[in-house]
């Protein structure tokens, strides 16, 4: 308890250095808390469009079943395919008819003997596409092979466009905070250099004089925490209907955001809650403790 009466003191005794520290751990944490939320909305986007067929092998009416068998083998031997489906003609019509069972016209117009065999392929990591797709060209029976490889290739660029970017700013500005908390915690050092110096001859214990300084480094932290995090969850409220209608067929971010009054949602934001806490203490806890190596000797 006296740790943070001492803490609030510090804090009290300088306002304006201590709201520098919270300003910029408040736009480290914002920065971090985005970046982590488009780190994993991407990584989630990625993994869909991975779990889903990412070749699709359209066989000629001439094709067998047995040409389709050895094309499976032959890709499931590279160690490369994660998967395979094979779709008939019938299989075929019956999708079709689901897809387009609410307009009458259309389901007249199509038998299945129109419709060709196809065969599903998903590859273990979507950078194989390119290798599998001359395999598949040179395989009996086929008559086309189409891949989504512009919207893989795309979704691949921005992963690593976000990670590499996102990751490097928050690293920089993560270094930034830590030197600002460390700066005001030496300046407070220096101000209360004859009282610590009263503390040492009475014996008080180096965690004794250290306490308040590195919770307040650590309050610095927190605050700027929940700053960011209001204005995070305000964004994601905001950006909500946006969300869902563009990545709603992902199961994960469909079963958050489905519903404003769901538990899960609201257990989401409070997850995030402590996790941007944890982050921001530990970085204003972190610049408190290298001031006090750098500027208090024992």
């Given at each position: ?18 709201l520098?520290?919270?300003l ?5 944490i ?18 869909f469009?991975e ?7 359209f ?8 040409d389709s068998?050895?094309l ?17 003609k019938d ?6 008819r ?6 009458p016209?259309?389901?007249e ?21 390119h290798?599998l ?22 979704l ?11 990751g490097t ?5 993560a270094?930034?905070?830590i ?8 300046m ?7 009282e ?6 009475i014996g ?6 250290r ?6 480094g ?5 605050a700027?925490?929940v700053?960011s ?13 946006a ?11 469909s079963?958050i955001f489905?519903?404003l ?11 995030l809650?402590?996790i941007?806490s944890f ?9 408190s ?10």
């Amino acid at each position: 308890m006296q740790a943070l009466s001492d803490m609030w003191n510090h804090i009290r005794r300088s306002p304006y250095q201590s709201l520098a520290a919270v300003l910029t751990l408040f736009l480290t944490i914002l920065l971090a808390g985005l970046f982590l939320l488009a780190t994993v909305g991407s990584s989630l986007v990625l993994r869909f469009f991975e779990s889903k067929p990412q070749i699709t092998v359209f066989f000629t009416d001439k094709a067998t079943v047995a040409d389709s068998d050895t094309l499976k083998k032959t890709l499931e031997a590279t160690g490369k395919v994660a998967s395979t489906k094979y779709v008939s003609k019938d299989d075929a019509l019956a999708i079709y008819r689901e897809q387009n069972k609410n307009d009458p016209l259309l389901l007249e117009m199509v038998t299945a003997d129109i419709l060709p065999a196809s065969l599903e392929v998903s590859a273990t990591d979507p950078t194989y596409l390119h290798e599998l797709e001359p395999v598949i060209q040179q395989a009996q029976g086929v008559e086309e092979v189409v891949f989504q490889k512009d919207v893989v290739d795309t979704l691949l660029r921005w992963t690593n466009a976000i990670r590499w970017i996102g990751g490097t700013l928050v690293i920089l500005l993560a270094l930034n905070s830590i030197l600002i908390v460390m700066t005001v915690t030496g300046m407070k050092i220096a101000l209360k250099k004859d009282e610590i110096e009263i503390l040492k001859l009475i014996g008080a214990s180096p965690w004794y004089i250290r306490a308040p300084f590195v919770l307040e480094g650590g309050f610095y932290g927190v605050a700027g925490s929940v700053v960011s995090w209001i204005i995070i969850s305000a964004l994601l409220l905001l950006l909500r209907p946006a969300v869902v209608g563009f990545l709603g067929m992902i199961p994960v971010i469909s079963m958050i955001f489905g519903t404003l009054s769901s538990w899960t949602f609201v257990g989401f934001l409070v997850g995030l809650l402590f996790i941007l806490s944890f982050v921001g203490f530990l970085l204003g806890a972190s610049g408190s403790m290298v001031a006090l190596r750098r500027y208090l000797k024992f």
